[in-house]
């Protein structure tokens, strides 16, 4: 005669059971999620920093769109060109200043470009400018002020605030009485908003981001000191999905992403006066 088993014995099998169904169920369902994923199309874009937020908000508009993955890299506009040419990997580079296109061309890695909007430098400084600094860049000179720049060798707002203070004659001196050098856009903000600094020259375009247009204040230069910089999306030539690429890249310069460069700040051809000013 065979025993039963215990109610207690059962009950803990039954269990047990149930939890090991469960678990493989879940792990299945992560295969399946996993495949599905892994066969997405991925593109990589190598993004400034400057302009990371408008990038982001086309990038995931895209993605619905086409079930496609947008990877951003940002960074200094430098470092990327850099990062993108010793790897060989990646579909679009989008600088701080077209002058990284002219200056890269020669490396044949770079295919056609579109046009996303404009930026321009100003000086910035914290909300209601409570050391009344003006839009004379001689301002950088002054003894009551820590003054932060960037740094010419790593991203493009460095690069330009050199042309700027080269072109007024006193970039060596502002080198002199700047407190530090950052390494790009965001790191300069901080600086302005933690109170290491009370004056910078940054990108324009910067102080719109949610978490600066409650901290920071713009002072305009003129487009003689400060000439507005057309921001270039490129092709790679190594891209890996090169009709999908050039498909944000039309969805990018489309009115739609024009708009939302826009609302960051990045003012198009045909709103100029406006960037001047």
Not at 88 to 111: E, V
Request: charge should be positive.
């Amino acid at each position: 005669m065979i025993k039963p088993f215990p109610a207690s014995n059962v009950f803990i099998q039954v269990t047990f059971f149930i939890l090991i169904f469960s678990i493989l169920l879940t792990l299945s369902a992560c295969d399946s999620t996993s495949e599905t994923d892994a066969s997405k199309p991925e593109l990589l874009i190598y993004c400034g920093i400057t302009m990371v937020y408008p990038i982001r908000e086309i990038a995931d508009s895209f993605e619905k769109q086409h079930n496609v993955k947008i990877i951003i890299s940002q960074g200094g506009s430098e470092e990327l060109y850099q990062n993108l040419k010793s790897s060989h990997k990646g579909d679009l580079y989008l600088p701080g200043s077209d002058s990284y296109r002219t200056r890269h061309m020669k490396d044949g890695l770079l295919g056609h470009d579109v046009e996303v909007g404009f930026n321009q430098a100003v000086i910035m400084v914290a909300k209601n400018n409570p050391k009344n600094v003006t839009s004379n860049l001689n301002d950088l000179l002054r003894d009551d002020l820590n003054v932060v720049i960037a740094s010419s060798e790593l991203g493009s707002i460095g690069r330009e605030t050199q042309t700027i203070l080269i072109k007024k004659g006193i970039y060596n001196e502002v080198l002199k009485n700047a407190v530090y050098q950052s390494m790009d856009s965001r790191t300069l903000n901080r600086a302005l908003k933690s109170g290491d600094a009370d004056v910078i020259i940054n990108w324009k375009a910067t102080a719109f981001f949610k978490n600066n247009i409650n901290f920071i204040e713009t002072i305009a230069l003129s487009p003689e000191e400060a000439k507005p910089k057309r921001l270039s999306l490129n092709f790679l030539k190594f891209s890996k999905y090169p009709q999908l690429t050039r498909q944000f890249m039309t969805y990018a310069h489309s009115p739609f992403g024009l708009s939302i460069f826009k609302k960051y700040g990045f003012v198009p051809l045909n709103d100029m006066n406006q960037a001047l000013y």
